[in-house]
């Protein structure tokens, strides 16, 4: 008899964890979307999903941080009842998923982790805000809500939740209360940098 732990109590550890943290960022995500509505950074979850979290549970986080953006408003912030509003809904799911895929694949490039880290939440924001775009333009003008200004608010929103969640997730780690579920390219093989 062994003292190990069996793989069948290993998986229960990794699966309760990831669904601590899946509930954790999606309660994080309630602040966000409270107080920053239609800004909520959706961006910043697709883009620690796709870094950190396996596809299917990525999906998951993606889906319930966009579920409770969409309830909050309408729920808590009155978002109205009307055709716009819901297509407006849609986009901004759409546009999490398109961000959180496209972030996906740039986690699979070779780079040091925090260049990864880096690269992975600008592809995501990046693809966030074109898919948001190309799904307005089926129902609206979207010019007014692009702006300069907007796009720049809605990246510095999501520049500080994406360094919060950071934090929260090496804090997570740190503690043991999530194991990292995704090794990314980076982590999987040995750097070939030279000392100097």
Not at 107 to 133: C, K
Not at 154 to 163: E, P, S
Not at 170 to 183: E, G, M, Q
Request: hydrophobic share 55%; net charge neutral.
């Amino acid at each position: 008899m062994t003292n190990a732990p069996s793989a069948t109590t290993a998986s229960a550890g990794t699966s309760a964890g990831t669904a601590i943290w899946i509930a954790l960022i999606a309660g994080l995500t309630v602040i966000g979307s409270y107080g920053y509505a239609c800004a909520a950074p959706l961006a910043a979850v697709a883009a620690l999903a796709a870094l950190k979290m396996e596809r299917t549970d990525g999906l998951i986080l993606v889906g319930l941080a966009w579920v409770i953006n969409q309830a909050v408003g309408f729920l808590l912030l009155s978002y109205p009842h009307t055709t716009e509003t819901y297509l407006w809904g849609a986009a901004i799911g759409f546009a999490a998923f398109a961000g959180f895929f496209a972030a996906r694949a740039a986690a699979r490039i070779n780079v040091p982790s925090l260049a990864s880290w880096v690269i992975t939440f600008l592809v995501a924001f990046v693809g966030y805000q074109v898919a948001l775009y190309l799904a307005s333009l089926t129902f609206t003008d979207p010019s007014s809500g692009f702006t300069s200004a907007v796009v720049t608010e809605v990246f510095t929103i999501n520049v500080g939740a994406y360094a919060g969640f950071a934090v929260v997730y090496l804090a997570a780690v740190a503690l043991s209360l999530f194991v990292p579920t995704r090794r990314t390219p980076a982590q999987a093989t040995p750097s070939t940098a030279v000392s100097a």
